[in-house]
């Protein structure tokens, strides 16, 4: 069945770094572009980034752009969020997404950034 795996989400201080990780299970990792998406506290959801199939075209939020870098390994069928520089505002759960359909998602993971 096809099922999607995020994990990594912590307690972390503004400025601090963590990374995300996605384990894809069910599908052809390398036919699909893959998404982060996160709602914050009281907010909508909110695109993050996405990555191409082959994972050389990437795309950013404004809002992270220039602090987090999505990337993917395809031997591994997993999907990776790096985000460094993380400010009070990125606190969310974070999703992984298959597909400009978003049509599988994870269960999320809680990123939490205070002091």
């Known amino acids: 069945q096809v099922q999607l795996v995020e994990s990594g989400g912590d307690l972390v201080q503004p400025g601090g770094s963590l990374r995300l990780s996605c384990a894809t299970f069910g599908f052809t990792f390398t036919n699909y572009y893959m998404n982060w998406v996160r709602q914050a506290p009281g907010k909508g959801l909110e695109w993050v980034s996405s990555?191409?199939?082959?994972?050389?075209?990437?795309g950013y939020a404004d809002s992270v752009k220039g602090r987090f870098t999505i990337s993917k390994d395809n031997a591994k069928n997993t999907l990776y969020l790096q985000m460094a520089s993380l400010k009070p505002e990125d606190t969310a759960v974070y999703y992984c997404?298959?597909?400009?359909?978003?049509?599988?998602w994870g269960q999320g993971t809680q990123v939490t950034v205070s002091s």
């Open positions: 997404t298959r597909s400009f359909h978003y049509d599988v």
């Open positions: 990555i191409n199939p082959k994972g050389d075209g990437t």
